[in-house]
């Protein structure tokens, strides 16, 4: 899968959130969204094309350090790791 399409649809899955999702599901699609849109920018910035998988791994690897780092209570962390992995299936 081209990682435009896969960053659009990405995109089109927290925009659908908005409007029918709790206030913890609102902040667990915001903050994964924002994993998601620096690992998008940490990539960008090296201008080098890239695949899904190697997005994934480091969507993937910002949130274990943030977890590592106490950033989420265990509650946020479902939320944003369930997220994550319905976000992972649209590939």
């Given amino acids: 899968m081209q990682v435009q399409l896969f960053i659009s649809q990405v995109a089109d899955f927290f925009d659908a959130l908005v409007p029918k999702a709790s206030d913890d599901e609102l902040f667990a699609s915001g903050?994964?969204?924002?994993?998601?849109?620096?690992?998008?920018?940490?990539?960008?910035?090296?201008?080098?094309e890239f695949a899904v998988a190697e997005l994934k791994a480091d969507i993937d690897q910002?949130?274990?350090?943030?977890?590592?780092?106490?950033?989420?209570?265990?509650?946020?962390?479902?939320?944003?790791?369930?997220?994550?992995?319905?976000?992972?299936?649209?590939?």
Wanted: proline share 0%; no cysteine; aromatic share 4%.
């Fill in 31 to 48: 903050y994964l969204r924002g994993h998601v849109d620096l690992a998008i920018g940490q990539r960008q910035v090296l201008e080098q």
């Fill in 62 to 91: 910002s949130l274990q350090q943030a977890i590592a780092n106490g950033e989420l209570n265990e509650q946020d962390q479902q939320l944003v790791l369930g997220l994550w992995a319905q976000v992972q299936q649209l590939s």
